[in-house]
């Protein structure tokens, strides 16, 4: 008589499980979790994601705090959707040159979960918005608190901390929708940036030729 198996599969909440288990988080997502359930995370994740852009813009243009909250309301879910299209299609092309076998439906899926961190910092994005809104730092270093001073080390040190983080999260998920190591995932990430930043770079150096001349 055959022994039939059955595999208990373990049920994860992305919300808590994405910071420490990113690959088995994204794997379970992938097997149990629908593309709207990630589009929907990416839509609400771009609210704060958009706040410390917004907040930045507003310091060069006289606009109303209303209507910059209404256009993080309107825009962040929008910037968020756009995205996750366009690293999802990316990141699936380029997964490509390293043997990966994910879909873009599959990284939609992905990149719409690695952004979690991002609602979890809402009260931060909330706390930067009011002191750029406020002008807390348009000041000069001579003329700054010790409160401001305190901040905006704190502040840094918590942003750099963050971002590093984003990339290790960012690229395990893509390693594991690839199907391959996270060093490639790594690989995976950086090379549209830095493809860019040459890009940029070229064109830029080109138009300061030209108009030298």
């Known amino acids: ?34 593309l709207k359930y990630s589009l929907t995370l990416a839509a609400v994740a771009g609210v704060p994601s958009s706040i410390s852009g917004i907040g930045e813009w507003s310091k060069n243009f006289n606009v109303s705090l209303w209507l910059l909250l209404l256009g993080i309301l309107i825009l962040g879910p929008i910037i968020g959707l756009i995205g996750v299209g366009i690293g999802a299609v990316i990141y699936t092309w380029v997964g490509k040159w390293f043997g990966g076998y994910g879909t873009i439906r599959e990284m939609a899926q992905a990149m719409g979960i690695v952004v979690i961190p991002s609602i979890w910092l809402t009260p931060y994005w ?18 700054a608190t010790s409160a ?3 901040w905006f080390i704190i502040s840094n040190l918590f942003t750099l901390t ?3 983080w984003m990339i290790i999260i960012q690229s ?3 390693g594991e929708v690839h199907q391959f190591s996270s060093g490639k995932g790594f690989a995976t990430l950086i090379i549209p940036g830095i493809v860019l930043g040459i890009i940029l770079f070229i064109i830029t150096f ?7 001349f």
């Open 172 to 174: 395990k998920a893509i």
């Open 126 to 143: 909330i706390l930067s918005f009011i002191f750029v809104h406020n002008n807390l730092f348009t000041m000069n270093l001579w003329e």
């Open 148 to 150: 401001a001073t305190v």
């Open 206 to 212: 080109f138009i300061i030729t030209m108009t030298t």
């Open 162 to 164: 963050y971002s590093i």
């Open 1 to 34: 008589m055959q022994e039939t198996r059955y595999e208990e599969t373990e049920k994860l909440n992305p919300f808590f499980s994405i910071w420490l288990s990113t690959r088995k988080t994204v794997r379970y997502v992938l097997d149990h979790k629908s």
